[in-house]
């Protein structure tokens, strides 16, 4: 079952990769910023796209913890470091997304930041999923 419907106004067009706003209606799941590093604290991937698939897997943690799945994610914003790193690695990214949350298009926005905490890290997402009352 879906945990959530997107909204699309009549007249716009289908935004590719995400969705221009999600109604939902259950219980909800909030992650804090998420960053590459795996469950050592230990960042393995040096790189925005090595980093972000790692971001995906430990997200994807995360919500296994409240029996939600990339099903129920319903936003997501991504803080990046590198606008042009971001850039040049959209062709990996994309494909780790799909690898990983399959054709689930959440709400979603993308920030370039100065920096972030954790030195090393390139990105850090932030999730929000909600499972469906009938899922429960």
């Known amino acids: 079952m879906s945990a959530h419907q997107s909204l699309l106004p009549p007249g ?15 219980r909800m799941i909030f992650t804090a910023g998420i960053v590459g590093w795996d469950e050592n604290e230990i960042f393995v991937c040096h790189d925005l796209a090595g980093q972000f698939h790692q971001v995906l897997e430990n997200t994807l943690a995360v919500l296994a913890e409240a029996g939600a799945g990339p099903e129920h994610i319903v936003r997501m914003t991504w803080y990046i470091t590198d606008r042009e790193e971001y850039l040049t690695s959209l062709s990996a990214i994309g494909a780790t997304y799909r690898e990983l949350l399959g054709h689930n298009y959440p709400a979603m926005a993308v920030v370039e930041v ?23």
């Open 114 to 136: 100065t920096g972030l905490v954790e030195a090393a890290a390139k990105v850090e997402i932030e999730t929000t999923a909600v499972i469906p009352a009938a899922s429960r």
């Open 12 to 26: 716009w067009p289908r935004p590719r990769g995400y969705s221009n706003g999600i109604a939902a209606d259950g």
